[in-house]
């Protein structure tokens, strides 16, 4: 089947709600609507898929597919499988949300965690430079915002347990 018949294949009903679900997540999370729409693709087929499946059946560039599709991989939302006689490489979406989140997590919220700890690092010495009377304010601002680093650090590990710990299915 080329190209042009395949992408005339529309997106059942079911498939566009799933995928739409799917777009929302990716955008509350801040990720590019693409991420959303091939998780979604991935999670409904019953059946591995390869890059270009994903952009035929999506309608979208083959960049975003690409861009997409490592974005999924590097969080551990999506898995490759082998496809014997195939040289392409297949994904199929992975449906333990305590690994989907726990990648996304060490991936895309920890590395925030840790640079806002060298960040409030850097503005206490930036704090020395001001005079006395502003001094007091700013420390107890800057003590204020150690504490939601401190508290965003031992409450993400809570979260994840907690996601972990319902039924994965």
Not at 40 to 52: A, R, T, V
Not at 143 to 169: F, H, V
Request: net charge neutral; hydrophobic share 35%.
């Amino acid at each position: 089947m080329n190209d042009n018949i395949q992408s005339r294949q529309l997106l059942s009903e079911l498939e566009g709600e799933v995928i739409a679900l799917f777009v929302r997540m990716a955008d509350v999370l801040n990720l590019p609507r693409s991420v959303g729409e091939i998780y979604g693709i991935l999670f409904i087929s019953s059946h591995p898929l390869c890059l270009d499946d994903c952009r035929i059946r999506l309608n979208i560039s083959k960049g975003s597919t690409s861009q997409g599709l490592k974005i999924l991989r590097s969080f551990g939302a999506i898995r490759t499988v082998y496809i014997p006689g195939d040289r392409k490489d297949y994904y199929v979406a992975e449906s333990s949300l305590r690994k989907i989140a726990s990648g996304f997590a060490s991936e895309q919220i920890q590395p925030h965690v840790a640079s806002g700890h060298e960040r409030l690092e850097r503005i206490r010495d930036l704090l020395d430079q001001h005079d006395d009377e502003q001094k007091k304010e700013l420390s107890e601002k800057i003590d204020l915002l150690e504490n939601w680093q401190r508290r965003a650090g031992k409450t993400l590990p809570l979260i994840l347990k907690l996601i972990g710990s319902g039924r994965d299915g």
